[in-house]
């Protein structure tokens, strides 16, 4: 019979090795806890990641739970406000499992885990939600409790949780809340009073605002038209004092003023303007072919054929 290579040996002393290995170790991973139980009882629990030993099998067996984060939304549910108003409500939770031995021992599964939280969260949010009105939840503006009320059935959950089920709540929001036809009516009404006072003192404040700035415009634009009025007359008398210096040249040869006069009254003449008026109407009689020019000679007669 031939000897046994080394190496048919060693691969087979690895091979023992490795199962020996995998009958008194095991892995627990980052997203993972695990309970030991020896003899079916459970007597280690294994929250943090890492390698572990344990007895082969079936001295100890042991069992992992995922510790991710399940969400589980319950279904909309009606329940009472302090004020004898009814809210139907939906409530909807993160959970994940904190302590595998607590969890093993008094829930089991994933599916009565989900059942046991749906009645943990009713009897809180009905507990909490019985303590706050319904101007709490659907009051005008920042007067409304909707996010404190949501931390209450939060805080209320997340303990009972853990000491109940070994399990942990990080998550936990109100999803969708709704009211009954007959009090949605009285909300909507509520609101509609509460604008329309709101809306009306603004009109009212806008309406004072837009008198007193009324006011003031005209105050100022009076005290602008005196003070140029005024300016103006100042302007005037200047100018009236510097043209009379000059009419004195006009004296010399009045015919000759008011045939300049007539000039520049037709040169101001409007247009688009009809007047009814007879030739000799200054300053029109300027027009007459019988003018007689200012300074300037009687034509000559047209001799007699």
Do not use: C
Not at 64 to 80: A, D, P, Q, V
Not at 164 to 174: A, C, D, H, M
Not at 220 to 238: H, N, P, S, V
């Amino acid at each position: 019979m031939r000897s046994r290579s080394p190496f048919v040996i060693l691969v087979a002393l690895v091979l023992v090795a490795v199962l020996l290995t995998f009958l008194v170790s095991f892995q627990v991973r980052t997203n993972e806890t695990a309970i030991v139980y020896t003899f079916g009882r459970a007597t280690r629990e294994i929250t943090e990641p890492g390698f572990r030993l344990k007895l082969p099998y079936p001295i100890q067996t042991v069992t992992k739970y995922s510790k991710r984060i399940h969400i589980y939304e319950g279904k909309f549910t009606e329940r009472l406000t302090k004020d004898q108003h009814t809210l139907i409500v939906n409530i909807a939770i993160g959970w994940s499992i904190e302590s595998p031995a607590r969890f093993e021992e008094k829930v089991g599964s994933e599916g009565k885990a989900e059942e046991k939280l749906n009645a943990l969260v009713g009897g809180a949010a009905d507990a909490i939600i019985n303590s706050h009105e319904l101007a709490d939840f659907v009051a005008v503006g920042k007067h409304h409790q909707y996010a404190n009320v949501e931390a209450e059935i939060h805080q209320a959950v997340k303990a009972e949780a853990v000491k109940e089920y070994g399990i942990s709540v990080p998550l936990l929001w109100i999803t969708q809340l709704g009211l009954p036809s007959e009090v949605t009516e009285k909300v909507v009404e509520r609101i509609k009073e509460e604008r329309g006072a709101k809306s009306k003192a603004l009109r009212a404040e806008g309406d004072a605002t837009a008198e007193k700035l009324k006011a003031q415009a005209d105050t100022k634009a009076k005290e602008t038209l005196a003070k140029a009025e005024a300016e103006a007359y100042l302007i005037r008398g200047e100018a009236d004092k510097t043209a009379s210096a000059h009419y004195s040249v006009f004296k010399e040869d009045p015919e000759l003023a008011n045939f300049l006069t007539s000039m520049k009254a037709l040169r101001d003449l409007k247009k688009r303007t009809t007047y009814i008026l007879t030739p000799e109407t200054p300053p029109y009689d300027l027009l007459s072919p019988d003018l007689k020019l200012p300074g300037a000679n009687a034509p000559a007669p047209k001799p007699k054929e």
